[in-house]
């Protein structure tokens, strides 16, 4: 240790440096200073943004708290039909009833098991209850819970029922949109279930693992396009020769053959020579293989990436990926199979219903939302979810131009059945064949009407049906026709 | 009634917080502690009725009215700290009084809420703490012994820490109490006062190689030692603190560099040395992926953070006891969930200006002694809030540090009650050198005129800075006046 004078005369020294002293201090200040709030600003854009996300975590507690406090609320469809609600029955004990069972099993989903569909998508709301003060007063009083926050869908229940009959004993999905604001206006995936009884099924259904019943097949299905892929082939030879595709032209004998690989059209048909538009119209499989060995693989590569194919879909439901290999190694063969649909491709029907529905919007993809608006119980508007866009998937003169292809369809091809009726349709089918067992193929139809000013999109997907024009369309019709009031 | 009260009371809160801590901040704008009296004023009120509205809301969700002899016991102690202070040392810094009142009535609010027996103990312990603190300055500044005791400082530190590590009782894998008479201490709380003291006493002289390099030695002896008790938060902060009062007192950035690269390196040794380390960093990346094991804790505090909205679910409305240890390390999370956002946000505000004003002290001390004591103290202060904040939301790995004056804890209250008490000890030494200042000024003059008067051909005039250029805030405008005081 130094003694007082030493430490005097130290102590002058440092004191000339006295004010980098301050300026450091300063510097170290402002550095904390800056940190904290970069913490600040983490923590109240984690919280804020993230609230419901972890509110629906399954490990979060607050849940409980909150049912125990709130009753969960109701869920209504467009036209304020009861979906969901929940009950007290002679014992005092709430009980979740829908009164349409089945019919909107995987859209409207379960609240307990995990979850799922609009209970899982809105339970943030459900489980909230924003109920004026005085309301809450009132219920205190006698000891009653409070409401919770309603939720009303997009969904129409005369839709869904048409769409849920049509499809009848069948297995398959059928999604109705608007193409102007991404409405979902009816989700039907067969086999369905009664979720009012989710809870007595359960185990059954977890310990059957085969069971795809729980699998909403719109969203999570995923099946080969077949025919309806040839809007996307079509839309891709168009990009790629933008001045000649009209002049195209094909001799179709019913096979057309590169080394081992040979395709055929759907059931032997030879439809001799065809040019662009009737090849798109008749579902020619030997026109489309011959176009498919004509495209650049990485424009083409790259046109897939636009139209969302091994790609995150902007959607509020579960789903999945839709996935298509085509790249500059494909070979010839694979690259037939592709552009007609068939090979390693798989697709959602939702996926092909917004690339229909950005067809029948100009180009533009609105996201498709369910869940229309949020109120409290004395009908105030808490939150409201408008039409957004997710942008284009592809110009407006492609999807005009696709427009066309998808009306002749109607007018002189495989959907025929929908020709001459109060509305004009627009659309394409497809018969996917899946397996090993020739002829087994899944029947679809997407497509749109009226075809001049869009007002619904309609995608259908009828497993082992056999093909679409026949299985398909007629569901369409029957769709269109409660649609429009024919 | 009931439910009106507690809807209000939310909003209510909410804004009474907002006005404090615009007020904690605004004190900055005077530069004498007669000129902030309204602004203590102000800052008491709404503290008072910040701890009113919680207690009243306390009353009504528990419907026990028992809760208001409790709230005015604590009032009491409360108004008697902040007007003692007042009165014995009228020239102290009372933002910091303010801030440590402020603080300690939202822990008796939060700990009354979570556990009564534990808020009764804290409040003891608080009582204590506040009369003890109430010596400190006084001690402080008439101790002038204080700066040549750097070997004692060092010998109870290490110890104090020494004999938790070897008989110390093991908390959830730390080594970090020890008990005499019943009594459970942490010792490793009252180290960072006199861990501070050390490096202070051990560079004010001065700081060439050889004092930073005999600092080192025993300033690593403290961290080792924690780190044997696997005991990495409070390790860290003493770390922390020590590099930066090293950069401070010598100004030399390679330390620094030297100081944070050497501290880069012993975190990753201690990653793939310690498995707990490995366990906390995992649960940092991904808590959702071990949301069963190591992500519990952290998945739980996200959880009370986001849920309660920027209001807060009112007090008794949400989970705490979901977070396991809630009312030491994840204090904050309730906070925010049952009082809100904005409330949670305000209390961290409240914490920087604290440490700003530990600065602000520091950088107008002429001794450098007690200039490095009020750095280092400050930064032990907030590096310790960043921790257990930052842990608990996610922004860094979790470390499980309490957050001061608010968690429950007896050493953690006691030694931040006593940081603050020897704060508003050297704000009162540095009014005193300004006061010293200003007379040396006036009789400077009087000198210079009678010199100029006599011998007007000899330069070498003193600055004559005025007391208005007397920047506090910017700490520029510093008389450099040659003479020692």
Known sequence: MMSGPEADTLSQKTKSKKRPVAKRIMGIT??????????????TYYALTHEQELMNNSYNGRQQILLSQNRRGTIYAANKEILAQTLVDENGEEYRDYPYANLFSHVIGFSTNGKMGVESQANYYLIHSNAPLSQKASLDAVGEKYPGDQVYTTLDVELQQVASTALGVYKGAIIVTEPSTGRILTMVSKPDFNPAEIDKIWDELIADKKSTILLNRTTQGLYPPGSTFKMVSALEFMHQNP?????????CNGTIKRGED????????????IGFERSFAKSCNTSFANIGLSLDKEQFHNTLDTLLFNKELPLTFPYSKSSIQVNKDTNESDMMQVSIGQGSTLISPIHLNMITASVANNGELMKPYVIDRVENSAGMVIKSFSPSSYGMLMTGEDAAALKDLMTKVVTEGTASRLDGLSYTAAGKTGSAEFGTVKGDSHAWFTGFAPA???????????????????????IAKRIFDAYFGE | MELYISEFSKYAIA???ALYTFESFAVFRFHTERRREGVYVRQYIYMFLIHLCCFV?????TGNIIYLFFYAFQQIILFAATTLYKMIYPTCNRLLVNNMCLMLSVSFIILTRLSEDKAKKQFVIATLALIISLFVPFLIHKIRLLKHLKWLYTLLGVGALAVVLILGQTTYGSKLSYSIAGITFQPSEFVKILFVLFIAASLYKSSNFFDVFNSAVFAALHVIILVCSKDLGTASIFFMTYVLMVFVATGKYIYLFLGFGGGSLAAYLAYSVFRHVQVRVQAFIDPWSVIDSAGYQITQSLFAISGGGLFGLGLYKGTPESIPFVEADFIFSSIAEEMGLIFAICLILICISSFIMFMNISMKMKDKFYQLIAFGLGITYIFQVFLTIGGGCKFIPLTGVTLPFISYGGSSMLTCVLMFAIGIGLSIIREEERELQKLKKKKRKKRNKA?????????DLPDAEGESEYDEWTGSGYPQSKDEI
């Open chain 2, 15 to 17: 804004l009474l917080i």
């Open chain 1, 452 to 474: 001049e000013n869009p007002e619904i999109c309609v995608t259908i997907i009828i497993e082992g049906a056999g093909a679409g024009g026949d299985y398909a369309v007629p």
């Open chain 1, 30 to 43: 402002w550095v904390v200073t800056l940190v904290f709030m970069a913490m600040i600003g983490y923590i």
């Open chain 1, 262 to 273: 040979k395709i055929q059209c759907y059931h032997g048909s030879v439809h001799n020579l």
């Open chain 2, 451 to 459: 010199e100029e008067v006599a011998l007007s051909e000899e330069g």
């Open chain 2, 57 to 61: 809301v306390i009353c009504f969700e």
């Open chain 1, 243 to 251: 001045e000649s595709y009209e002049n195209y032209s094909y001799q």
